[in-house]
């Protein structure tokens, strides 16, 4: 029954990306904070970690739950990848705005579209001791007959959460939510 859930879900996730946000050139800085980096070098670090994951996926409210060591971190944590905000063409297209702890480090950052065709609606980043914390995404894409929008949290050694609701015309919404904590 989960073979059915992590498939639907990957149509229902992968539907609703917009695809005309062609990957980013080696040569061009990061003028963002690297969210495809961080999550590469996060995925290399759960390959090699494995991990067990207490998974548990949401369709419509049906819940299904798994605990599972072989994960495909490329593909569960893609999405994420997906959010980048570093295109030349974004430079100037977020609001930064950065919050400082009592020692005058940086403790948050959080990036905020000013243009509402932007599908990255907002990055936040949490730092702790100068490590990322925690990660908050919000993402929007819309097209003629969908739209949809995805909340995704991630933890670094903890897990992740996706909440994804995507609507087309002439049919009902559907909602996936999807928990996933690394033991």
Same mark, same amino acid.
């Given at each position: 029954m989960i073979s059915r859930w992590h498939i639907i879900g990957l149509v229902l996730l992968t539907a609703c990306q917009n695809t005309t946000t062609g990957s980013q050139s080696a040569a061009t800085s990061k003028h963002f904070f690297d969210l495809e980096g961080y999550m590469a070098q996060e995925i290399n670090r759960l390959q090699q970690a494995n991990p067990e994951v207490d998974k548990t996926a949401a369709l419509n409210g049906e819940q299904s739950n798994i605990q599972r060591k072989d994960i495909q971190f490329k593909e569960e944590l893609n999405l994420f990848v997906?959010?980048? +905000?570093? &295109? /030349?063409?974004? $430079?100037?297209k977020y609001r930064v705005d950065s919050t400082l702890n009592s020692s005058g480090q940086v403790a948050s950052r !959080?990036? !905020?579209? +000013?243009?509402?065709?932007? /599908?990255? $609606?907002?990055?936040? *980043?949490?730092?702790?001791?100068?490590? *990322?914390?925690?990660?908050? +995404?919000?993402?929007?894409? &819309?097209s003629l007959i969908t739209q949809s929008e995805r909340w995704l949290s991630y933890s670094p050694g903890k897990g992740y959460s996706i909440k994804s609701i995507q609507k087309r015309m002439g049919s009902e919404s559907r909602e996936l939510d999807v928990k996933a904590r690394y033991k």
């Open positions: 997906d959010s980048d +905000i570093n &295109r /030349p063409a974004w $430079r100037d !959080t990036y !905020t579209a +000013i243009e509402d065709k932007l /599908p990255t $609606r907002k990055l936040e *980043v949490f730092y702790s001791n100068g490590a *990322v914390d925690s990660l908050f +995404i919000h993402y929007r894409s &819309r």
